[in-house]
């Protein structure tokens, strides 16, 4: 069992910011999984996934899942498709807790709109949005805990996540699902 702090969610949830902020409360350092497929690949996501598509992309996240066994004692993101496979969330909960950035659908759609350019986004409606969330919902709460980011930013969300991980109810694989 790894000692990582593993953030999952939908696009939109908070992630690299909650992941960063989080590490600095920590003093841990932070990694993102899209930040190591970037680093791979020599070119930012939307362009691997127009160059080469979203079987090629999914491909390089389990590559990537294997290199994170390598990883201990850090925050580590998770792009929002990575833990939703068959396998995934055991996968995850090996390398440490493994903490679910929840909240509403509209909320985080609309976040996830605003922030950036994003593939799963493009092309597609709110309702195939819609969807997609739902067909990785189960996935995330397969999660050792998780915080609603609904109504409170970054900051809170970390703080929450601080005091989570210092409860005692909180042993990975035990609680939240
Ligand atoms: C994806 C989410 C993205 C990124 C890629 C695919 C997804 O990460 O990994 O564009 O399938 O939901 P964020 O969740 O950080 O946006």
């Known amino acids: 069992m790894g000692d990582n702090v593993v953030l999952v969610g939908?696009?939109?949830?908070?992630?690299?910011?909650?992941?960063?902020?989080?590490?600095?409360?920590?003093?841990r350092c932070f990694v993102e999984t899209d930040d190591m497929i970037t680093a791979r690949e020599g070119r930012p996501i939307p362009e691997i996934f127009a160059a080469k598509g979203e079987a090629y992309f999914r491909a390089l996240e389990e590559e990537t899942l294997g290199l994170l066994a390598l990883k201990?004692?850090?925050?580590?993101?998770?792009?929002?498709?990575l833990p939703c496979r068959e396998g995934r969330p055991a996968a995850l909960r090996t390398l440490?807790?493994?903490?679910?950035?929840a909240g509403e659908?509209?909320?985080?759609?609309e976040r996830a709109r605003r922030g950036g350019e994003r593939p799963m986004l493009a092309g597609r409606s709110r309702d195939d949005v819609l969807t997609l969330y739902r067909s990785r919902e189960a996935f995330y709460r397969e999660a050792d805990l998780s915080v609603d980011t609904t109504?409170?930013?970054?900051?809170?969300?970390a703080a929450q996540i601080v005091l989570a991980l210092r409860s005692p109810a909180v042993h990975p694989g035990?609680?939240?699902?």
């Open 10 to 27: 939908f696009m939109g949830a908070g992630k690299s910011s909650v992941g960063r902020l989080l590490a600095r409360h920590l003093g």
């Open 72 to 81: 201990s004692g850090d925050v580590i993101a998770t792009g929002g498709g």
């Open 96 to 101: 440490g807790t493994v903490v679910w950035l």
């Open 105 to 109: 659908f509209d909320v985080l759609y």
């Open 151 to 157: 109504s409170i930013g970054p900051d809170q969300v």
């Open 174 to 177: 035990s609680s939240g699902r």
